[in-house]
């Protein structure tokens, strides 16, 4: 079936830093992509998403490329502020009617000053 | 602002309570789901809904059941709470028709069962 894998976390990383988090699925056909965010005591919010290959989501100065040859959706942040620090989870849509996503373990980042 | 409210952010309940938790959502989204957060384990699909009264499994509904009466109102159920239940139950809904694709998620439902 379809899955999504993700790197484990947490990563921990200076304020201005490069982050990158690693993002593979398995599926058939072509999934839309997702990255959601996780900030402390709140629900999950979409940051960015791709629906075909080589899109790339972008918002809030987080990337993501869909890559069908690698099957992999990547998110990258060029310099992380503090307030970046959260949970992060790639997610893929699950192909049918019901709009079912099937969601990484999640990646806590946390950014120190 | 769209928004979908979970009724209570913390509870805890004993084992063998009777344990409902609500959800309502105010954007006239068809489906609604019901997931289950665990460190390491990330979201895990309990139940979803595609229409009033409809319903389907996911992943692990074992010890669950739900509710969709209305079309904004999505209730997880737990008839016989277990310690192995405690956890983190997160509501979303998304519409079928147009939109993002985005799914709006409540703030969720820390449950501890003692």
């Known amino acids: 079936g379809n899955s999504v894998t993700q790197m484990e976390g947490p990563v921990t990383l200076s304020e201005e830093a490069f982050l990158t988090i690693n993002c593979t699925y398995t599926?058939?056909?072509?999934?839309?992509l997702f990255w959601y965010v996780q900030y402390p005591g709140e629900g999950l919010q979409l940051l960015l998403k791709?629906?075909?290959?080589?899109d790339k989501g972008s918002n809030k100065g987080f990337e993501a490329t869909y890559r069908k040859e690698t099957t992999s959706f990547h998110l990258e942040k060029g310099s992380v502020q503090v307030s970046d620090s959260a949970v992060y989870f790639c997610?893929?849509?699950?192909?049918?009617?019901?709009?079912?996503?099937?969601f990484g373990t999640g990646t806590l980042l946390a950014v120190q000053p | 602002d769209v928004k979908v409210t979970q009724s209570s952010r913390y509870l805890v309940k004993r084992t063998g309570e009777k344990v409902f938790l609500e959800c309502v959502q105010d954007?006239?989204?068809?489906?609604m789901f019901w997931y289950r957060q665990d460190p390491g384990l990330g979201l895990r699909l309990i139940y979803f809904?595609?229409?009033?009264?409809?319903?389907e499994k996911g992943d692990i509904p074992e010890g669950y059941s739900v509710s969709r009466e209305k079309k904004e109102r999505f209730s997880l159920i737990l008839e016989s709470a277990s310690t192995n239940q405690t956890s983190m139950y997160l509501c979303?809904?998304?519409?079928?028709?147009?939109?993002?694709?985005?799914?709006?998620f409540g703030e969720g439902s820390r449950l501890t069962v003692l």
């Open positions: 997610a893929l849509r699950d192909g049918g009617a019901t709009n079912k996503l099937i």
């Open positions: 599926a058939t056909g072509y999934p839309s």
């Open positions: 791709a629906t075909k290959a080589d």
């Open positions: 954007m006239d989204h068809e489906n």
């Open positions: 809904s595609y229409d009033v009264k409809m319903k």
């Open positions: 979303a809904s998304i519409t079928n028709v147009g939109g993002t694709g985005e799914l709006f």
